[in-house]
């Protein structure tokens, strides 16, 4: 199945050019390292990520100094610093971090603390766990020489004071590109990275829904869920209402999907038929999207509404971002 997006962009050392060609990365096999990313906001992940791989950092080194960047950005309101907090007021981020040979670390409803996927990190590297959540995951921090942090700006609690004067719990699609800084959002970053030698791995850090519950974890740190990385096979990121995703292990589907002889855009595609034959009215108005990264370097992504994006950065460190097609529409 042939993709042909509605925008196709490059993005090199010198600035924004605008590409001629008319086929997606999806539609063919990549040589050499690369980096996938969603949204927007995926380019200058990707292109800290390439920078780390090209100065000889190993792929992990890489993809977490990608999630670094948007988790640093306050106004980036969907990850790290200045995410919008839960309905308690309360911001608590999620993030993980896995390569092909079963390597994993995350932690789930983590305080006081910027770069929850460097924690995930830690958690991998320095404990015999997987998984660390709420006081644990931050007293594992903080004893580890993670600097405290107050992840409330001023932008993010202002939306929540304002927030509070009706409680209205009401997400909107594709928010992070639509209504940059808006407050209603349900995204991560998912990036993923394969490297010269052909390994693979991936990452994904967020603060969740905004005014959401105080302990809710979605599916972005959830092997299977916000990520799946098989080696020889591929790596699958998802973003969107975690919740949705959770129902299907949605990553770890795409992934198997991939090992089952589908193409990278297509196990995509096929994850999200699932999602929405299974619940049917109750996602006609909700996103979710999975890019996906064979092993053999093809790229695809599949959403239920049309507006995801995602970046592919080649080994040469050039980026081009690409629209997804949606199921509806």
């Given amino acids: 199945m042939t993709v042909r997006p509605s925008r196709r962009t490059v993005i090199g050392g010198a600035g924004l050019l605008t590409a001629a060609a008319a086929l997606p990365a999806a539609a063919k096999p990549a040589a050499g390292a690369m980096i996938v990313s969603t949204w927007d906001f995926g380019a200058t992940a990707n292109a800290a990520a390439h920078a780390k791989l090209a100065a000889g950092g190993s792929l992990l080194d890489a993809l977490e100094a990608g999630a670094r960047v948007p988790e640093a950005d306050p106004e980036i309101h969907t990850v790290g610093l200045g995410g919008y907090p839960d309905r308690d007021g309360r911001v608590t981020l999620d993030a ?34 997987t998984m660390l959540v709420g006081d644990g995951a931050t007293r594992f921090a903080l004893a580890n020489g993670f600097p405290k942090a107050n992840l409330l700006t001023p932008a993010a609690e202002a939306a929540w004071r304002e927030w509070l004067k009706t ?44 005014f959401k519950i105080h302990g809710r974890v979605g599916d972005s740190p959830q092997v299977g869920c916000g990520l799946y990385v098989e080696a020889g096979v591929g790596a699958a990121t998802s973003s969107g209402v975690g919740e949705e995703v959770i129902r299907i292990a949605g990553s770890a589907r795409v992934v198997g999907s991939i090992r089952h002889g589908m193409a990278p855009m297509e196990a995509c595609r096929e994850a999200v038929l699932h999602i929405a034959k299974l619940r049917g009215d109750a996602v006609k108005d909700a996103q979710v999207g999975f890019l996906a990264l064979g092993a053999d370097g093809r790229v695809g992504a599949f959403a239920l509404l049309p507006g995801f994006t995602y970046a592919v950065t080649d080994a040469a460190g050039r980026t081009v971002m690409h629209k997804a097609l949606g199921l509806q529409g």
């Fill in 96 to 129: 993980v971090i896995m390569d092909d040979a079963g390597k994993v670390g995350a932690v789930g409803a983590l305080e006081d603390v910027v770069h929850a996927v460097s924690v995930a990190r830690a958690v991998m590297d320095k404990t015999p766990h």
């Fill in 167 to 210: 409680s209205n719990y009401s997400p909107v699609a594709n928010v992070e590109n639509r209504v940059p800084g808006g407050a209603w959002n349900h995204d991560t970053i998912g990036i993923l990275g394969r490297d010269a030698a052909g390994r693979l791995a991936g990452a994904c850090t967020t603060s969740g829904m905004a």
